[in-house]
């Protein structure tokens, strides 16, 4: 199956010169979204029941064609959609550097350079946000895995004894509190740990959408009277919806007088607590007992990456190490660790090299340089909606989302309505991407400026792209 050598170079120049392609002329001046029907994005790529080999060249001529076009472009900053880094082109090369290299990272012998270089990136995430340095720690797919691996920990460190042999039956009910900002993922983690999610406790935010410490303490207690056993408490350090950061040092204080296990979801808004701007509302992420962070949001890692983080190295091994017969070959050594202890993966890539290149090449500098833009472009857009009259703001920008609506001058249209209209526009026109979020029982557009190569002309341009598109939605009333 192997190439010959001249043809395998030639292979990765044309593979390169599509990628050059799509950074020469389709960042910016063109749609970033093209509205394929799924059926037409089947036709393109569909794989016949007896399929014949193509030629290589003629599958990466494919590629060239029509893979942009079917695409949502991320790397844009035109790309405002939910909390998506726009990766960086060091990160590129190494994905295709770990492909070449094709490692299993389940044991230390299976993946020495693997293994050591995840161990070097966790140490330097854990200095960059302020976390202890000497944590445990394991990269996995996303967030939402990292939540479920987290809750895991916590259920397995601060629950009812015996639960790994006995199970969650026949005990006291476990409850675990977060704020009702929390991310989608911490119900699913819940659920699929047989916590149910009628004891995943969502706590009512304030009015900047932080959660109401006094409304929580009243639910432990209450809890506590009523017999149930409140195990972990959950912070989050950057909401999906707005940005906002819980109040992190008070949830930790909660966490100690209550003997729960303190859990911070930073999966977003992390990185930040490394600006100077913004790094006091981050008070307190040092005293959580765990918790994630993912480098392809905010540290600009191409996706998918998330770190998983454990104050007390020996709580992550205790929740997940299980060696079974066929897993025990290898000299065993003091100084090498199986990362296959640190979570529910045996089969585990080699995440850990783009992000590693990526801190590498750019620096700690450069970095955080790029994180302040992100938050001074979503303040810019901020001020531009606050001296408008076809706009208003929801809220102002923690970090680096804003969310806020359009207003009609022409007519009498209820917000709600008209910003759904928008919302279902905004994909029909593909010239900018953004995602809609509900607020307060209100229809809302929602910005996310995680993308390092925005300006602020690229905020203009988005402005004058929905004032356009709310032209057109104003016709539909």
Known sequence: MDFSRKRFKSLVNKSRDIIQNWYDHNLRNTKIYHNKTPKEISKIFEISKNNKAVEPEKVLSLLDKNLITTSNFNPSPNYYGYITGGGN???????????ALNQNNLKWHSAPANTEIEKIVIKWIAEFIGYNNNCGGVLVSGGSVANLLNIAIMRKIKGNKNINKKGIYKTKTMRVYVSNEAHSSIDKAVDMLGLGSDNLIKIKTCKNFKIDIEK???NIKKDIKNGYFPIGLIGIAGTTNTGSIDPLKKLGLMAKKYNLWYMIDAAYGGPASK????????????????????????????????CVMVKNKKHIKETFSLVPEYLRGGVEKNDREDLMNYSIQLSKDFKALKVWMTIKTYGTK??????ENDINMANYAYALVCASNDFISIHKPELSIFCFQYISTKKPIPPNLINKKIIDLIEEDGRIFLSGTIIKKEN????????????KSDIDYLFKVLRNIGDKAESYF
């Not at 450069?366 to 994180?371: C, D, F, G, N, P």
């Not at 809302?444 to 300006?455: A, M």
């Open 366 to 371: 450069i970095l955080k340089q790029a994180i």
């Open 444 to 455: 809302v557009l929602r910005i996310n400026c995680t993308n390092h190569r925005r300006k």
């Open 216 to 218: 929580l303490e009243k």
């Open 89 to 99: 082109q060091m990160g590129v090369l190494a994905e295709f550097i770990k492909s």
């Open 275 to 306: 600006i100077k701007k913004t790094k006091k509302l981050f008070k307190g992420i040092e005293d959580a007992d765990s918790l994630l962070i993912n480098p392809h949001k905010w540290l600009f890692v191409p996706f998918e990456v998330a």
